[in-house]
Nanobody
């Protein structure tokens, strides 16, 4: 089966850091752009970041720019999201997803992970 699995979520205090991982099984990520999305309670799912197939291009939502960093290691078939200076408003379920190109709408992503909970609270 073709799967994406997120890990690394948890509870962290404001100002803290977490590193999320998105690992693929059943396929290689070489030909896929990978996006990170999040959905907070009562809010629509939003794109946080996206990285191109080679890692040569990255996108960030304004709300996380300067605090989050997306990266990929195709040899490990894994994409990462380093989250620093976390704020309570970053609390959400975080999902990774694969598509052909960054910039596509959510319904154009081919594969989605199950999500990992990130809670930022004191």
């Amino acid at each position: 089966q073709l799967q994406l699995v997120e890990s690394g979520g948890g509870l962290v205090q404001p100002g803290g850091s977490l590193r999320l991982s998105c690992a693929a099984s059943g396929f290689t990520l070489d030909y896929y752009a990978i996006g990170w999305f999040r959905q907070a309670p009562g809010k629509e799912r939003e794109e946080v970041s996206c990285i191109s197939t080679t890692g040569g291009s990255t996108n960030y939502a304004d709300s996380v720019k300067g605090r989050f960093t997306i990266s990929r290691d195709n040899a490990k078939n894994t994409v990462y999201l380093q989250m620093n200076s976390l704020k309570p408003e970053d609390t959400a379920v975080y999902y990774c997803a694969a598509c052909r190109l960054c910039g596509l709408s959510m319904d154009e992503y081919d594969y989605w992970g199950q999500g990992t909970q990130v809670t930022v609270s004191s």
